[in-house]
């Protein structure tokens, strides 16, 4: 099976004209699994395969080997490199070391961050965006959501990501939820994350300056509605 997509890969890649760029424009996943017993997102399956489509019409598969899974709600594009065209991002797992978050683009994998370390240990994407305005794009993630619950943000600069900023007590998911609560938004000031604490009781705007993570209340947590809100800039 594996020799079989990369076969196809090859082939797509040959097909492509001498110095075409392809341009992604949708992702999602196939080949879905119960290889990897962990269920964080409420059922036992997870996939095995990220398909990218691109504006040319044409697409390309890659295929995990079978000790990985994409354990996630869907890949995630976003121009991270700001040359126009978007990267992928995705939350890979790992039979014995867990989660870690990875960058696609239209040749495959560009880079990840380390493993958490161990099986079933996941972490839960906020987003991407120029958090601090120095001009290179952030990815922010929570770090074990359940357990841990460490905001960390990685910044994506000449094809790798370097963690620039950590700070613990904060969750943007509940086991057995199909979906990551909070994101990013733009209000006045510059981006900031909006996320729930712990305790799921406040929310809280994150902003990244310099190498810290300043943090204050955005409100109550009391639902969905109530995080649509802070993301509209109209908090409670």
Not at 18 to 45: E, F, M, N, Q, S
Not at 109 to 118: E, R, V, W
Not at 145 to 162: D, I, K, S, Y
Not at 198 to 221: I, P, S, T
């Amino acid at each position: 099976m594996r020799a079989a997509a990369c076969a196809f890969a090859a082939a797509l890649l040959a097909a492509l004209p001498a110095g075409a760029a392809p341009v992604i424009a949708a992702a999602t996943y196939d080949d879905p699994t119960t290889r990897y017993a962990h269920g964080v997102l409420g059922d036992a399956i997870e996939h095995g395969t990220l398909v990218l489509a691109f504006t040319d019409g044409s697409a390309r598969r890659f295929v995990l080997p079978e000790s990985r899974v994409f354990e996630d709600t869907a890949p995630r594009l976003a121009d991270l490199d700001t040359d126009g065209a978007p990267e992928v991002i995705v939350v890979e797992s790992d039979q014995r070391r867990g989660a870690r978050l990875a960058v696609y683009g239209p040749n495959g994998l560009i880079t990840a961050t380390p493993y958490i370390g161990t099986a079933n240990r996941w972490l839960a994407p906020i987003g991407a965006a120029d958090l601090d305005g120095d001009g290179t794009v952030d990815i922010a993630y929570v770090d074990r959501p359940h357990l841990a619950r460490v905001l960390r943000v990685w910044r994506f600069e000449n094809g790798q990501l370097t963690e620039i900023a950590q700070d613990a007590g904060y969750s943007n998911h509940r086991i057995g939820e199909d979906f990551i609560t909070g994101g990013i938004r733009t209000c006045a000031g510059g981006p900031e994350l909006v996320l729930p604490e712990a305790r799921w009781q406040r929310l809280k705007a994150v902003r990244l300056e310099g190498n810290r993570l300043k943090a204050r209340d955005a409100g109550a947590f009391d639902g969905p509605s109530s995080v649509a809100a802070a993301l509209a800039c109209k908090e409670r």
